[in-house]
């Protein structure tokens, strides 16, 4: 059993920052990737940034030059930095690990940017 646990969401004023933080526990025995997707009502969900085993980092282009993803390997985590957000930035983040060749999200956390 993998779980994700995700934290750092809330409410900031455009051009603000915060920090989404995600951990893995479980039975975890291999991760290919971990990144953050995000939706919003009546909208499908879109990556946001990706991470994989080897590094290799991957962003949608409405987010790149503002939010970095990071990790912390022996902690199975990964971090998203938000920063210069938008209104259009607000939505629920999710956390995506692919491994165990299997896929896992977390609960979701609210970001809500007020302009």
């Known amino acids: 059993q993998v779980q994700l646990v995700e934290s750092g969401g809330g409410l900031v004023q455009a051009g603000g920052s915060l920090r989404l933080s995600c951990a893995a526990s479980?039975?975890?025995?291999?991760?290919?990737?971990m990144g953050w997707y995000r939706q919003t009502s009546g909208k499908q969900r879109e990556l946001v940034a990706t991470?994989?085993?080897?590094?290799?980092?991957n962003y949608v282009g409405s987010v790149k030059g503002r939010f970095t993803i990071s990790r912390d390997v022996a902690k199975n985590t990964v971090f998203l930095q938000m920063n210069s957000l938008k209104p259009e930035d607000t939505a629920v983040y999710y956390c995506?690990?692919?491994?165990?060749?299997?896929?896992?999200w977390g609960q979701g956390t609210q970001v809500t940017v007020s302009s």
């Open positions: 995506r690990m692919q491994g165990n060749y299997l896929d896992y």
């Open positions: 479980g039975s975890i025995f291999s991760i290919n990737a």
């Open positions: 991470i994989t085993r080897g590094g290799i980092t």
